[in-house]
């Protein structure tokens, strides 16, 4: 789980950490401000499955395909991307386009998130 | 999806290319190997004999304490200071896992944010459930795998809370206690089991205004057990700031005075016989404890109804699956 740029707003990151850890799964929390580099780097030496990033700064449009691409760099692109906060629905296509997964917008329940996981990963138990 | 298959291709790769991949220092190859430790794979065996010949060279530091003291903070600036003299470090960080869910949020990454990019610090989290051999023998296979791969200090974090996770930073060449002002209570409680093993103490937080205090109360207890066995040696007390970094220069030369202590009087031959010792039957116990939770299971299912009826004793029972070729 992680938080990306300059955002602060941290509780949806939190919460939905929180969720997933009650599902049964381990949850690595990068902390704020963290750059796509260090998030992908965190990935790799973790070997995760997943990465979720939460952004409300509305900077997603950049920062998110920029992980993606960071990933295939590494040869890891078969790490699923996925993501929530403040994402504008006309976004949401364009970041589906760009090899994230699935958006989750506010309000979401929290379970939705955890039966997404459950189905594209199918090592998350 | 295509990236599925690769992923399943990946757990299949062989032992010897992946500990292959491990020595030759590649990021990848390592975090792999580490997976394949906490899922207990059936490769490990291979992968671990393999690995085992290229580690015992690395410096090893259990860092042990209450929840919050700064226990991470202090390892980031530890890290720093090694990163100085050119060391490779790799690190363990143990956080409790829900006893419930088995599900965990390893948070401790948050505090080593600033080495994330440095690619001579390999970091690895681990959830404290549910791993074959217990929990000491994970996280130091885990931190073998890491000096196999090159890694020079190999630092250990664990919540002193539950056995199992003392026993993590035990396993290390030196035993670093972290405490914070204010303690008094928690050392009390400690004293028990954690006192014992730590070869250095660390009171952090030094900011706040009852840290030399709390370094006196820590010191009085210590004098006790000195006083009770005037051979063991005091082990040192350092004050620390996990924010700011002050006095983890004087931690890290109390650290390498110990272990100087211990190479000097054979204590380090000793001391690392016995934990891998410890090591071979606490995974050979692991193993018997799987292999009888699979015989009961193969038992017909009237063992455990005749137990809960009465008819047949627990000890009986645990005889007949023991006694199974
Ligand atoms: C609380 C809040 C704050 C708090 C944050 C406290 C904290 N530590 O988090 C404070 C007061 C500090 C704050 C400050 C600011 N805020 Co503010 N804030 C909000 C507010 C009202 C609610 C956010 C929140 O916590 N929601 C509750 C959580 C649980 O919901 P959530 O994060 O959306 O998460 C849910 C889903 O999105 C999803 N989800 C989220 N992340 C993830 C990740 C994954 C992997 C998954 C699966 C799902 C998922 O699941 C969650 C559960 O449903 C929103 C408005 C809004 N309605 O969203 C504005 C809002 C986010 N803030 C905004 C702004 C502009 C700011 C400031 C820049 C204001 C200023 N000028 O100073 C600062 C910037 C602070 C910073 N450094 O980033 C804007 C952002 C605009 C944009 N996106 O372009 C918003 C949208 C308000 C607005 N309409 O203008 N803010
Ligand atoms: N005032 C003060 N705060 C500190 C100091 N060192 C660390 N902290 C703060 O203490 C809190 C906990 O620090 P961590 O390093 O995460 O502690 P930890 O022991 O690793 O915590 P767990 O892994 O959760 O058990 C953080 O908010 C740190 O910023 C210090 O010397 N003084
Ligand atoms: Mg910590």
């Known amino acids: 789980m992680a938080k990306v740029g300059l955002d602060g707003h941290d509780r949806g990151a939190k919460i939905i950490a929180r969720a997933l850890r009650d599902a049964g799964m381990e949850v690595i929390y990068t902390g704020l401000h963290q750059t796509p580099e260090q998030v992908v780097e965190a990935t790799i030496q973790e070997d995760a499955d997943a990465i979720g990033v939460s952004i409300l700064s509305g900077a997603h449009m950049t920062l998110l395909p920029r992980i993606v691409d960071l990933l295939k760099e590494n040869d890891a692109e078969d790490v699923l991307v996925f993501c929530g906060g403040t994402i504008p629905k006309e976004d949401i296509p364009k970041l589906k386009e760009a090899g994230v997964g699935e958006v989750f917008t506010p309000g979401t329940p929290t379970k939705k998130a955890v039966e997404y996981l459950r189905r594209a990963v199918p090592s998350a138990s | 999806m295509a990236s599925k298959g690769k992923r399943e291709g990946r757990e299949k790769e062989s032992a010897s290319a992946l500990a292959e991949g491990v020595v030759a220092g590649d990021k990848r190859s390592l975090a792999r190997a580490i997976s394949k430790i906490e899922r207990g794979d059936e490769n490990l065996p291979a992968l671990f004999s393999e690995l085992y010949p290229r580690t015992g060279e690395a410096i090893t530091i259990g860092f042990t304490g209450p929840p919050g003291v700064g226990k991470s903070s202090i390892i980031a600036k530890l890290i720093r200071l090694y990163r100085d003299e050119d060391k490779k470090v790799g690190v363990v960080s143990v956080d409790p896992s829900s006893p419930f869910t088995k599900g965990a949020i390893l948070g401790d990454r948050i505090r080593l944010a600033d080495h994330f990019l440095d690619k001579d610090v390999f970091i690895r989290s681990m959830g404290s459930r549910g791993h ?89 207890i210590l004098e006790i057990g000195h006083e009770l066995d005037p051979d063991a040696p005091v082990p040192p007390i350092v004050l620390t700031r996990g924010d700011t970094g002050e006095g983890v220069a004087e931690l890290e030369k109390a650290i390498e005075a110990h272990r100087g202590h211990l190479i000097e009087t054979g204590g380090m031959e000793r001391r690392r016989r016995a934990s891998l010792r410890d090591f071979v039957i606490s995974w050979a116990t692991g193993r018997l404890e799987k292999e009888m939770e699979e015989r009961l299971r193969g038992e017909d299912a009237d063992v455990m109804e005749r137990v809960y009826e009465r008819r047949l004793d627990p000890i009986a029972a645990s005889g007949k699956i023991l006694r199974q070729a």
Do not use: W
């Not at chain 2, 930073?169 to 206690?177: C, F, G």
């Not at chain 2, 972290?178 to 928690?186: H, I, S």
């Not at chain 2, 089991?193 to 820590?218: L, S, W, Y």
């Open chain 2, 132 to 220: 074959l051999g217990g929990l000491a023998a994970a996280s130091r296979l885990a931190g073998m795998t890491m000096e196999a791969a090159g890694f020079d200090v190999i630092l250990y974090e664990t919540v002193g809370v539950g056995q199992g996770e003392v026993e993590v930073a035990s396993a290390a060449d030196t035993v670093v206690l972290c405490l914070q002002p204010g303690a008094g209570d928690a050392v009390q409680a400690l004293k028990a089991g954690v006192m014992e093993v730590a070869d250095v103490f660390c009171i952090n937080k030094a900011d706040h205004p009852q840290a030399r205090g709390t370094a006196a109360e820590v010191r009085s």
